[in-house]
């Protein structure tokens, strides 16, 4: 948030960037990073046996999880909340067996590819905050 120098009435004549940086945004920007990491590889492995017989589609469960510690309140904090990979079920399936779709990874994989790098500039936009408090510079 940037504050006017006038209000701050004669400390300083330049504008002052306070800062809302803590530890717990860069272990939540962490995890989502990771989360997004996983659902990449995961994603990857879908498309590589979109044509092996048998194979189910699978995917990453954290946001449901993150969800959930937010509307609790939990006090295991980011730290107790890991990302799992599971198999989807209830998907329709083709005759061999296979139920994944490419349309559909495809699909997951640019929403995930968008959210990774967003969360990406986030961290770095965070990181520029703090370093421009050491050193001094806005």
């Not at 960037?17 to 989502?32: D, R, W």
């Not at 498309?47 to 959930?68: I, M």
């Not at 968008?114 to 500039?121: E, G, K, V």
């Amino acid at each position: 948030m940037l504050v006017p120098a006038d209000v701050l009435r004669g400390i300083h004549t330049r504008r002052i960037i306070i800062m809302n940086v803590t530890p717990s945004q860069f272990a939540l920007l962490g995890k989502l990073l990771e989360s997004g990491a996983l659902r990449q590889r995961v994603i990857s492995q879908n498309l590589a046996n979109v044509n092996t017989p048998g194979y189910h589609r699978q995917d990453v469960s954290f946001e449901q999880k993150l969800a959930r510690m937010l509307e609790n309140q939990s006090g295991a904090g980011i730290s107790g909340i890991e990302p799992t990979v599971y198999e989807v079920a209830g998907l329709p399936e083709r005759a061999d067996g296979n139920n994944v779709d490419i349309d559909i990874e495809m699909g997951q994989l640019n929403k995930n590819s968008l959210l990774y790098q967003t969360y990406s500039q986030v961290l770095a936009s965070k990181l520029s905050m703090l370093r421009s408090a050491i050193t001094g510079r806005q």
